[in-house]
């Protein structure tokens, strides 16, 4: 009896026609989708599977946001053993008929998923994960005057979200608010069990029981193929605010350590750092940078920088010679000839001071090569370009 009922809702495929007691109705759904392809499944998998290259190529976006979100199913681990799913994913993708005809099989075997261990353990991994870290983006301390600490009430809310997150992975959906009731009736649990890593541990277990035993049905009909543009949008939404939990984590209960083994929080030194005086000519320069491309244009700009960046050593030689920029060469032979001998290894009697003096002779070798190269070239284009001008009678 209950092998009929399922038949009855015999999930339906690329807008054929399928019969439900006997009745005939048309489904509106995708057309075939593209094929993908196996094998550059397998190279994005190798080469970018820890990102969940694969799984986006095969429009798995939950099952590639968990391994952006756990390097990889928990750095790596769940990489690795996928290895041998890629074929079923794939079919999965393209809607090939010999997954569909075994799917058909597991929906009149089973009237709802049956348990899987490994979903399972996703399920209050990843649930456990959401939540520790919306736990540990919480100030811990008083911010601007204000206490955060009532925010620890939507802990479960994550819990619930990243149970729910892995539920709905594949061929597998349930709905969102069976898990959420779970872990706001279970996070209680708090005020008996002072460990707060015990009390996210429960919620998740809660939360993935309730899902799986409630929640948990069959994707009967192909999943939407959505554009990409919306596939981007939501997919780098998601992972703004993964990140972004992240960031607060590290901005509000980070620390650093100073020269004195002291431990200063991330966004006390980060509030020095914008008041520090480096910070402070990093930020005229760039001003005044901007003051000047307004008026010279930001050709001009650019060559000012392009120069002061000093990419040929020129100034930084005239400086090792201790010559101005406007010295001839006979001036740089001078310079170069009374530092040479001055500061020969040679002439160095004390040991301890010879390994300086050795390096700052091949420092003078070094300045007054780039000199006289850079002094030569332009001798050959001033002389290029008078030789150039018409002969006027």
């Not at 998601?238 to 991330?266: H, K, M, Q, R």
């Not at 001036?331 to 300086?356: C, F, G, M, N, W």
């Not at 003096?357 to 070094?366: G, L, M, S, T």
């Amino acid at each position: 009896m209950a092998k009929d009922k399922i038949k009855d809702h015999t999930p339906v495929m690329n807008g054929k026609l399928h019969q439900t007691n006997g009745k005939s109705h048309k489904f509106e759904a995708n057309s075939m989708p593209p094929q993908k392809s196996l094998i550059t499944a397998y190279v994005l998998w190798l080469f970018g599977g820890i990102f969940g290259l694969h799984h986006i190529y095969l429009h798995r976006d939950r099952h590639a946001f968990i391994w952006w979100c756990t390097l990889g199913g928990y750095f790596g681990v769940g990489w690795i053993f996928e290895v041998f799913n890629i074929p079923s994913y794939v079919r999965d993708c393209n809607e090939d008929p010999k997954f569909i005809e075994e799917f058909v099989k597991k929906l009149q075997h089973y009237r709802k998923p049956p348990y899987s261990g490994k979903r399972f353990l996703g399920e209050v991994m990843i649930g456990y994960l959401f939540g520790q870290l919306y736990q540990m983006a919480i100030p811990e301390t008083l911010f601007m005057g204000i206490d955060f600490s009532f925010l620890h009430w939507l802990i479960p809310v994550f819990v619930a979200l990243g149970v729910w997150t892995v539920g709905n992975i594949g061929r597998e959906k349930g709905v969102l608010w069976h898990c959420l009731l779970a872990a706001f009736a279970s996070y209680p649990v708090r005020y008996f069990i002072y460990d707060e890593t015990y009390t996210l541990l429960i919620t998740a277990l809660a939360s993935g029981l309730i899902f799986d035993h409630f929640s948990k049905e069959w994707l009967r009909t192909p999943p939407k193929r959505r554009g990409k543009l919306e596939r981007t949008i939501k997919f780098t939404g998601a992972l703004c605010i993964y990140f972004s939990l992240w960031g607060c984590f590290l901005y509000f209960n980070g620390t650093i350590s100073d020269e004195d083994g002291n431990e200063v929080p991330i966004h006390e030194a980060f509030q020095n750092f914008l008041a520090s005086a480096w910070w402070t000519d990093i930020a005229q320069a760039l001003q005044d940078t901007y003051n000047y491309a307004q008026h010279h244009g930001w050709y001009e700009t650019w060559k000012e920088i392009f120069e002061s960046m000093d990419v040929d050593g020129e100034r930084n030689s005239y400086k090792v010679l201790g010559v101005s920029a406007t010295a001839s060469q006979s001036e740089i032979t001078a310079a170069y000839r009374r530092l040479s001998k001055e500061y020969h290894p040679d002439k160095v009697k004390d040991e301890t001071q010879k390994a300086a003096a050795n390096q700052r002779f091949i420092e003078i070798q070094q300045a007054y090569s780039v000199l006289s190269k850079i002094k030569s070239s332009r001798r050959r284009k001033n002389t290029k370009s008078v030789d150039d001008e018409p002969i006027v009678l």
